[in-house]
């Protein structure tokens, strides 16, 4: 299954002098158990789109189906579809708002309508997932945590939900170095270790290298590339045209290919990298040993 979007358009305040049209006839799909990044500049849509997915805007135009299911049908059906998708939005620990951790993490669960003691599980299993210890953090309130830890609280009231989409806006905006090591981890061990799809919005690409097997670039409310990485990233110049840039490893090949090096293939983590220019440097050695 997956979630598809099919001729979407969305247009903010019509009909105004401050009409706005933020996504223009959009068809793609996002494939169930993958992790797709989404990357655009500012005001190229990525936010409108992935408000999508869960009914939180509806479209202008077009349709948006979660596993197949219509989500902006006035149904019980579609109001469980929407159900599926969990949405962490950018500096999610603005979303906190309860007396304590424990009880802003089982908000989500509770409204769901299940027992007090799946609650209680899930809500220790959120908690430990996200490295948040439940008797130290369980019954402080969320606003005495720090930056990092907010955004785990937060994240971790979503997890206890068990979505089978996970939509991440920016999700390592502004944390530190050490912050956002963390929480990159984390998003990769929940999608491995739990099967959850991610769809993350960053305009980091480096990131997107290390964590994507989908990459979606938008450009002023419309899809401009999308595809596997090592396909997409190919495309520095229409990155480039975006607003964005490929990542540097990517760039880096390119150079020494230009500049006259041998190397086969592309790489746009430093991991592949590397391996291609010593395979280049040992072809180069043997080479010249002849």
Avoid at 56 to 61: G, Q, Y
Avoid at 142 to 162: D, E, N, T
Avoid at 169 to 191: Q, S, T, W
Wanted: overall charge negative; charged content about 25%.
């Amino acid at each position: 299954m997956s979630i598809n979007l099919e001729n979407v358009s969305y247009v903010y305040m019509p009909g105004t002098p401050f009409e706005r049209q933020a996504l223009k006839n959009v068809s793609l799909e996002i494939p169930e158990g993958r992790i797709t990044a989404i990357a655009g500049h500012t005001g190229s849509g990525k936010s409108t789109l992935i408000q999508q997915l869960n009914g939180l805007l509806k479209p202008s135009d077009g349709v948006v189906e979660v596993d197949g299911i219509n989500i902006n049908e006035d149904t019980v059906t579609a109001r469980m579809a929407k159900r599926l998708v969990g949405m962490v939005f950018q500096y999610a620990e603005h979303q906190l708002f309860e007396e304590t951790v424990e009880k802003d993490i089982a908000f989500g669960p509770r409204n769901m309508g299940l027992s007090e003691e799946e609650i209680q599980a899930r809500v220790r299993e959120a908690m430990n997932f996200v490295n948040l210890d439940y008797d130290t953090y369980a019954k402080r309130s969320p606003f005495q945590l720090s930056g990092g830890q907010m955004r785990r609280a937060a994240i971790a009231g979503i997890i206890a939900m068990k979505p089978k989409y996970l939509v991440l806006d920016e999700p390592v905006a502004g944390l530190d170095p050490r912050g956002r090591e963390d929480l990159l981890r984390k998003i990769k061990a929940l999608h491995d270790k739990q099967g959850i799809t991610i769809i993350f919005i960053s305009h980091n690409m480096e990131d997107i290298a290390r964590l994507a097997d989908k990459v979606i670039i938008m450009k002023q409310g419309e899809l401009l590339l999308e595809g596997a990485p090592e396909e997409v990233f190919e495309e520095s110049e229409v990155i480039l045209s975006a607003g964005l840039m490929a990542p540097k490893m990517s760039l880096i090949i390119e150079s020494l290919k230009t500049a006259g090096m041998d190397i086969e293939g592309s790489a746009y983590t430093i991991q592949k990298g590397v391996s291609l220019i010593q395979d280049a440097l040992r072809r180069k050695e043997k080479c010249l040993q002849k």
